[in-house]
């Protein structure tokens, strides 16, 4: 509703005079933090007429009690509806939980879908939520982490994946069948709403706010790192296969599970995974998020030194991550100590001439410059300029002239 009738519900609800206009502003913050649906409104004024709080206090109530206040049966409005906002989703949700237990084969497999939907996506961001995700999990499946033998020691994405939605034609493409049918359910619900034809699906912050709350505190657990396993399987090694598009949907679906997380008090520390904890890191950074991507680098590099040894190709890349994010942070005293350390292993591991050298000289020229460190960043940008030179050249086609920009 808009915002000026949702005032007038809510100080109607509160039994308060919507003339006296030194209410307007406490009521507006109010509505806006519910979102202007009407029921959670007249809820919130039948709370304040009640006596406990008033007006002005209510939003301080509202944030460390959100669940009882939106759920308990005593403030059902001043309406005829007699239901709470909480009440009347967890209606629809008893609904779906019979229909899954249908004879209907076809009916409850898309009911239990719909239920496993709902719980994943209350671990995701309410908005922009894109099959794509499911999507490139499903195809993911069958591509193997590169060295994954030597990297058997550390957890991987995989051990926590659920597999419910997952699987793949015969053609290797996923199997979208048992998801759409999913989705169906909870539209009919309305308790998700389809924002575009290309599959992208968002919730009512409320009812996405709900979705979580009534999980029991082990369940908030379980679910949030299942939504953290299905993220870290969606991304390939190489970002560029995928759309720098739907990177940017990404991040945002990331940060939101970060921050459920610690809310669910499980920092990141307590479920490892390696080939998760890297991705993201490496996400975070690319999306300009330096200093929440600093705290997974730092825990990628920290748990690889000790289980993997320095010298492992897997503990110089965490390095040189690492390195990379310092300097965007503009901590480039950190980013050189780094840097030196990966120019010197690459150069003793794979040779002066091998491409992830010349990339480790690079970025160290980089620093020095930003370090103001110019004549050592000569030298570097001199050497890289020539072993590229000569790098490309035996790439090029024999009797062909290459051009190097």
Known sequence: MEENDAISLLLKAACLDESQEDLQADASKIVNELFCIP????????????????????LDEY?????????????????????????TWELSFKEIQQRAKSDDSQR?????????????FA???????????????????????????????????????????LQLHNTG???????????????SFSLIKLVSSKGIYTMHPLVHAWGRDR???????????????????????DFDEQPYQFRRIFVTHLRANIQHSVMAKKEMVDNYLDDA??????MLSEQGYAGEAEKFQILVLDVRSRTLGASHKDTIR?????????????KYGDAEKLGIKVLDMRNRLVGEDHPHTILAMGNLASTYMSLGKYADAEELEIKVLDMRNRFLALQSPKGNRLLVM
């Open 39 to 58: 029921l959670a409104i007249d809820q919130a004024g039948a709370f304040i007429a009640f006596g406990d709080t008033d007006l002005r206090d209510y």
């Open 63 to 87: 944030s460390q009690y959100r669940e009882r206040l939106l759920s308990y049966p005593a403030f059902k409005g001043a309406s005829r509806y007699n239901r709470t906002a909480y009440g």
């Open 108 to 120: 409850a497999e898309a009911a239990k879908s719909a239920m496993f939907l709902l719980t994943v």
């Open 123 to 165: 671990f995701f961001h309410f908005d922009g939520i894109t099959e794509e995700i499911f999507s490139y999990a499903a195809t993911q499946e069958h591509k193997q982490d590169r060295d994954n033998e030597q990297r058997s020691a550390l957890p991987l994405a995989r051990s926590i994946k659920d597999h419910t939605l």
């Open 173 to 187: 493409k996923w199997d979208n069948f048992i998801f759409k049918e999913g989705v169906q359910a909870l539209l």
């Open 215 to 237: 999980m029991s505190s082990e369940d908030r657990q379980k679910y949030c790192l299942m939504a953290y396993g299905l993220l870290a399987s969606s991304l390939p090694e």
């Open 277 to 282: 904890h890297e991705k993201f890191g490496r």
């Open 318 to 330: 965490a390095m040189g991550n690492l390195s990379g994010t310092y300097w965007s942070l503009g």
